[in-house]
């Protein structure tokens, strides 16, 4: 059982930055990839960004390509997504996933295994 608590949202204006942190427990991390999602009102869960086990590939939706940034440190069992040039459109609550996938990068929601709780993302305008 893998348990993922994620935190670091918040309400920022546009224009303005977060970052987003993902622990996990229960696991042996480094065998995990990870995934970061987000739910927008009224909206489907949508794919963000991913990471390989090693944390040496990566995979970002064009929406936040060149904005948000993931990384991961396997000593502390956490993942991070890293949020600048925040837009009113990035809004959402925001979850992290687990999986263990042979493909280094999972894309689809029904990919992965674990979810966290999730944390609100709010960009006011």
């Known amino acids: 059982q893998v348990q993922l608590v994620e935190s670091g949202g918040g309400l920022v204006q546009a224009g303005g930055s977060l970052r987003l942190s993902c622990v996990a427990s229960?696991?042996?991390?480094?065998?995990?990839?990870m995934g970061w999602f987000r739910q927008a009102p009224g909206k489907e869960r949508e794919f963000v960004a991913a990471i390989s086990r090693s944390g040496g590939t990566s995979h970002y939706a064009d929406s936040v390509k060149g904005r948000f940034t993931v990384s991961r440190e396997n000593a502390k069992n956490t993942v991070y997504l890293q949020l600048n040039s925040l837009k009113p459109e990035d809004t959402g609550v925001y979850y992290c996933?687990?999986?263990?996938?042979?493909?280094?990068?999972?894309?689809?929601?029904?990919?992965?295994?674990?979810w966290g709780q999730g944390t609100q993302v709010t960009v006011s305008s």
């Open positions: 229960g696991t042996t991390f480094r065998t995990y990839g």
């Open positions: 996933a687990a999986e263990q996938k042979i493909s280094p990068i999972v894309v689809h929601s029904a990919g992965y295994d674990y």
